[in-house]
């Protein structure tokens, strides 16, 4: 045995600089005994896996033959060590998130009692992507697991489990109960400067699970492992965890690593709980100049954009410098304010801002309903960028899209909840930390609930004839004073009402799918449900060329971001089919206006990091500019008095077979999507005859026009003359005596 353990001292690696003793932490918690890490096999000699010794300086040991043990200048000492029992913490009631350890790196103690600080840190190594999908399920090992469906690879920072326990999507990776030594492993696949790691407990609603310390070993063979030191002892260092499930909690290594393999080793875990945590590994890649590694594939865009998380500051400052590099094509003005005050900006893009050009659609954008779901609002910024920049380059595309639409992007509906997450940063703002605004209000479910009202009149056989299938006015609960209805809210409404949008969607982040109206269910007490709209063939239509159109959604080995697998349908679901969402911005906007409207759910990472954003704007980019144009889908047309060839407004636009009707706008222009095929439309208005067509709706490009010319009723021309002034000959006037005295 002692041969061996000699032989072992010969592949050991040097005792680098690490954290102080195990005993006390910055956070004052008190670590309890833990089992000291298992001495690993060492590799053949002709693959050794030796660590930098001293400070690491950014290179992978030399490959070859190891130097005999009688030549070696490291002092090794052996030190056999009875394992201990692990002590679990006891469990304790949850409370509320405690701050962070995101400034500085874990700081402990010597047994003297003085700070083992410490060298300076990795400048902001980014994750490796464990939360983002880059890193594969295969990357993943682990020293055992309960269940599939809490095996090594779901793992990963912020993922989510489904209502049931015990199927394939739980919210961790959880080692089994009788194992006292787990570890959960991940593959770089290339040499990698480890610098620090990011923790959570499991995503459960029956269970609470969580790793309360844990230590770190580093490999370049999987075989042969160092871990990060104590300074003082040269020990192992244990690392503080988490006291809550959902807490992200930061740890620095005290020294980066360079290695290829990340080993975790939980050491103390809830008590009565399991092993169980989620991770986001901070990495930097290293160079490899002598070609050992397959190259990385080049990833992102090309663009000439600002690729950068923008806080509100940055953000005005931005949309700023668009509007003066592309004055004759933008305007930015502001839709109110959020609960902290500040202001809703917009930027509009149009070859004509500021009016509303006859015959031309309106489109809008809107992202951050969410705080914490940052995507939707840099892909904004992005692409009033690009508009701007390839408007002046000549782009054919854009150009025309600028002549022929007015558009309208909305990058921050939530500033308030947004200036939270940013605060915290992409990676420790966690699942759920500012997704609603100051007050507290999820802004998608703070619309007026239009369905019910619709949903019972149907049911009284009341529509359309009494009750109209279009523009529900607010509920009179909902304009109340003390409605509880956020000023972000009653801006967006008021803004709907304002300008006749067509078409829009709704950026959000934190899974991958399209969905589309209903989001409410149509039964009160189903959690989903399939309620589809009147318009079910044309939201499906506008879901799947985003979903087509985007390049992650289309990545045939792309793996599901949580518990569901949506590419089994195409990337597109019904919203009240995956989960009702009472008083959504989509069910309102069909209700209430003339705009249809999507979510678009772009990314499984609501909050990626900013060396994602090159990549996420080349998955998006054709989606985004592909989806504005189905604004041209369908029929469009204008309304008019035959006489005055005046356009008609509020005039309505009826389609036979689909029982959702739209207005036209106040210069009496309308656009009425619709998919490929025949239709019998009608117009009509109050004072005129109605009139009906057919109009025919092709796949080639463009709306299909249909207009109409309406003549006033015998009725309208009397009231428009007696509004003049004008005299009513007397035989009229005795005839209208007595059809009034037959009404009374």
Known sequence: MWGLLLALAAFAPAVGQGLGAPGTSVLGLELPATTEARISTPAPRSSPALPPAGKDNGELPAAGPTSPVGTSKHHVRIRIIKKKKVIMKKRKKLTPPSPLVTARPTVTTSPAGALDLPKEQEPGCPPLGLESLRVSDYQFEASSSQSFGLGPHRGRLNIQSGLEDGDLYDGAWCAEQQDAEPWLQVDARHPTRFSGIITQGRNSVWRYDWVTSYKVQFSND???????????????????????????????????????????????????????????????PVSDPNGLFPEASALGSSDPLDFQHHNYKAMRKLMKQVNEQCPNITRIYSIGKSHQGLKLYVMEMSDQPGEHELGEPEVRYVAGMHGNEALGRELLLLLMQFLCHEFLRGDPRVTRLLTETRIHLLPSMNPDGYETAFRRGSELVGWAEGRWNHQGIDLNHNFADLNTPLWEAEDDGLVPDTVPNHHLPLPTYYTLPNATVAPETRAVIEWMERIPFVLSANLHGGELVVSYPFDMTRTPWAARELTPTADDAVFRWLSTVYAGTNRAMQDPDRRPCHSQDFSLHGNVINGADWHTVPGSMNDFSYLHTNCFEITVELSCDKFPHENELRQEWENNKDALLTYLEQVRMGIAGIVRDKDTELGIADAVIAVDGINHDVTTAWGGDYWRLLTPGDYVVTASAEGYHTVTRSCRVTFEEGPVPCNFHLTKTPKQRLRELLAAGAKVPPDLRRRLERLRGQKD
């Open 222 to 284: 999987s075989r042969n492992w160092w871990g990060s030191r104590n300074r003082s002892s040269g020990m192992d260092a244990i690392f503080p965890a988490n006291s809550d499930p959902e807490t992200p909690v930061l740890n620095l290594l005290p020294e980066p690593q360079v290695a290829r393999f990340i080993r975790l080793l939980p050491q103390t875990w809830l008590q009565g709980g399991a092993s169980c945590l989620r991770a986001e590994i901070l990495a930097c």
